[in-house]
Every structure is written in structure tokens, then in C-alpha cells.
């Protein structure tokens, strides 16, 4: 069955960085695009960043820019976020996402907590 499991949250000063990761398994890795989400207490879940299958085209929320770098390996079924200059607003649980294909079904990570403090 599908998985992915994210790692690399953890707790980071106003203007540090963290790399997170997310390890997909049960489905062919560099036929689908992924994605990273984030929801932050009280908000709703907001997209981040994506990442093609067969390109690599990359794809960022506006306010993540020049900060935050998706990258993906389809050898090892891995896609990571790398985010620098980090602020107190990206404290939120970050979410890895297989994106819809076709009639393919999306799928979600648990999800990472990243916390900043100011």
C-alpha cells in the first residue's frame, strides 16, 4: 500500500534552517508529482511547494520563494524540503502528499511538526 512517512520537524531559531523528508513507498515514485503542505494551528492547510515526476518542474507558494527548495530522488523515493531563513510564521506540521494522477488517489503523510522561535 501506499506510504509516506516524513522526518526532520524539530524545533529551530528565527532564521535557521531544517531539511525534512518524506519516504514513499508502495507505488511507482517518478510517475507522480509530490508535494509538501502546511497547517498551522488554528488555519487551514496551505500548499508549499511541488515537485514534478517526470520533469522535476518545480512549483512554490509565493511567501516560500527564494527560502524554501524541493528536490526529489526517484532512485531512492524520496522528496525533501530544504527551507532557510526560517520565521516564527512557517511553525506548522508539515505534510508530504502524492498528487492526484489520472484517477490515481492523493495520498498524505502523517505529517512533521516545525516549530520557530522568534
Known amino acids: 500500500q501506499v506510504q509516506l512517512v516524513e522526518s526532520g520537524g524539530g524545533l529551530v531559531q528565527a532564521g535557521g534552517s531544517l531539511r525534512l523528508s518524506c519516504a514513499a513507498s508502495g507505488f511507482t515514485f517518478s510517475s507522480y508529482d509530490m508535494g509538501w503542505y502546511r497547517q498551522a494551528p488554528g488555519k487551514e492547510r496551505e500548499f508549499v511547494a511541488r515537485?514534478?515526476?517526470?520533469?522535476?518542474?518545480?512549483y512554490y507558494a509565493d511567501s516560500m520563494k527564494g527560502r524554501f527548495t524541493i528536490s526529489r530522488d526517484n532512485a531512492k523515493g524520496t522528496v525533501c524540503l530544504q527551507m532557510n531563513n526560517l520565521k516564527s510564521e512557517d511553525t506548522a506540521i508539515y505534510y508530504c502528499?502524492?498528487?492526484?494522477?489520472?484517477?490515481?488517489?492523493?495520498?498524505w503523510g502523517q505529517g512533521t511538526q516545525v516549530t520557530v522561535s522568534s
Open positions: 515537485i514534478s515526476g517526470s520533469t522535476g518542474q518545480t
Open positions: 502528499k502524492r498528487e492526484r494522477r489520472f484517477i490515481s488517489s492523493e495520498y
